[in-house]
């Protein structure tokens, strides 16, 4: 009698009576080379493996096979494998049956199919299809089987720059320039078709293995010029460890210099291997990213240049109109840095004063031997709110609890609102550096006068002579 497996694996569709039949006879000659005896109930473990081995059945396949799970159609689509949890559905790995083309559907759950979230779903694909960017992720087609709706895009191999960091380190200068900047590039194309990403972050960009970026989730944007009648208007729509100042103050007027925003705290990721502002709640992140800077980059990476620091600086800059001023200079900005031929040129900016170079004792890191937190121990994401594709949260929901990281006015940003703030600037420069003008004269001396001495001696030798 067949048991769950087998009688899964034949209604699926995926299996044929002869492959079974063959899977089953590698099964029996396995137990008994190990002297086994080879009845004929086989483990359905085994006779998975065997499946898998002989390329039937995919890995994934083969578990929702073991759990009795027989549908793995979804129109002409083939789903083989699962990649993850998207902004509005489930992500799984297809391939199209009659072109043999890889893809990615994105499934919309059937517990979640209310019409609010169906409307949103069909608002995400009609979004995606209008895109064509080289650094965007495509959209291939979109159905409907049943009760479920689900849309199809190119399939990225390799992984997201979140994982990317999280496996491998901080990236190198020159491979976090050529990511960030290919995604500034489908940035600023999403931009002039007049869309907002409002979701940019490490796990919306795809990193293949050859080390090429796609900005994903573009679908989940909204149009700057109607998110009034967004049904997400009202809402903070993004995810805490990537919000703009604007994102979390008025909702209702975003523009694409949040997502530069965004994308800055994304590169500083990159290179840090940590978010801008680590450790506390949802409210002590948002309050950090109206209120204070984040830690300067040297204090994760020694050797980075100052050129490269104001690119994030200026990217993150929490007034608008002081940020850079579209995700095309961004890429132009970078680019020295991915064709290492190209002069790095030098921006003028009014700096922040978290660019200030970090020394022992300043900007929240504590001198060697003053005790305090390794910065090298915190984790790159918050532990208690993982990084989840889209957070939507009220707006409003401001904190006041301070902040155990970068805490102190230094690292707080001035208040417009303040009186004793309106007189606080960048932090004083160091006093200039001063020539040790004792010293050059002592050495000055020291070098002429044995020569003066010498010359005085032999001229009153010739003088006494002539007399």
Not at 216 to 234: E, K, M, T, Y
Not at 259 to 272: H, K, M, Q, R
Request: with cysteine; net charge negative.
């Amino acid at each position: 009698m067949d048991s769950l497996f087998q009688a899964s694996a034949l209604a699926s569709g995926l299996v044929t009576e002869e492959q079974l039949d063959y899977a089953r006879r590698i099964c029996q000659h396995r137990l008994k080379q190990q002297g086994k005896p080879a009845g004929e109930s086989l483990p359905d473990r085994m006779l998975a493996e065997a499946l898998v081995e002989q390329e039937v059945l995919t890995p994934y396949q083969a578990d929702q096979l073991m759990a009795g799970r027989t549908k793995f159609y979804l129109g002409p689509y083939l789903i083989t494998d699962w990649i993850g949890q998207g902004g509005m559905g489930r992500v799984f790995k297809g391939v199209h049956q009659v072109m043999g083309r890889e893809c990615a559907v994105k499934v919309l759950p059937l517990d979640r199919a209310t019409n609010e979230a169906r409307e949103a779903f069909l608002r995400e694909i009609q979004m995606q299809a209008r895109l064509d960017c080289p650094y965007l992720v495509r959209a291939f087609d979109a159905g409907q089987e049943g009760s479920v709706h689900y849309l199809v895009t190119e399939y990225v191999p390799g992984m997201d720059l979140r994982r990317l960091v999280k496996s491998r380190g901080p990236l190198p200068i020159q491979q976090a320039a050529k990511i960030i900047m290919q995604a500034a590039l489908g940035l600023d194309y999403a931009h002039r078709e007049g869309l907002v990403h409002r979701d940019v972050k490490p796990g919306n960009i795809l990193v293949t293995p050859e080390g090429d970026a796609k900005v994903s989730d573009v679908g989940l944007a909204g149009f700057a010029h109607d998110l009034i009648n967004d049904p997400r208007a009202g809402k903070i729509v993004g995810t805490t460890d990537y919000l703009s100042p604007e994102q979390i103050r008025t909702p209702l007027e975003i523009q694409p210099a949040s997502d530069i925003y965004s994308l800055g705290c994304t590169l500083y990721y990159a290179v840090c291997g940590k978010v801008p502002f680590p450790g506390g709640d949802t409210e002590s992140k948002i309050r950090r990213h109206l209120e204070e800077y984040p830690l300067h980059p040297r204090t994760f990476v020694p050797d980075i240049t100052e050129e490269f620091v104001d690119v994030i600086v200026d990217m993150m800059e929490k007034d608008v109109r002081k940020r850079i001023a579209s995700a095309a200079e961004v890429a132009a900005r970078l680019e020295p840095w991915v064709n290492e031929s190209l002069p790095v040129g030098t921006v003028l900016s009014a700096r922040s004063p978290w660019m200030a170079p970090p020394l022992p004792g300043y900007d929240g890191v504590p001198a060697a031997g003053e005790g305090g937190e390794d910065p090298s121990s915190w984790d790159a994401d918050n532990p208690s709110l993982g990084e989840p594709s889209s957070s939507t949260t009220d707006a409003g929901c401001t904190g006041d609890t301070l902040s155990e990281f970068g805490s102190g006015e230094k690292n707080r940003v001035p208040q417009e609102d303040s009186q004793a703030n309106h007189a606080l600037g960048p932090p004083a420069p160091l006093p200039p550096h001063r020539k040790p003008t004792a010293w050059i004269v002592a050495i000055t001396v020291a070098l002429i006068l044995p020569p003066a001495l010498l010359i005085g001696a032999i001229v009153g030798y010739l003088v006494s002579r002539a007399m």
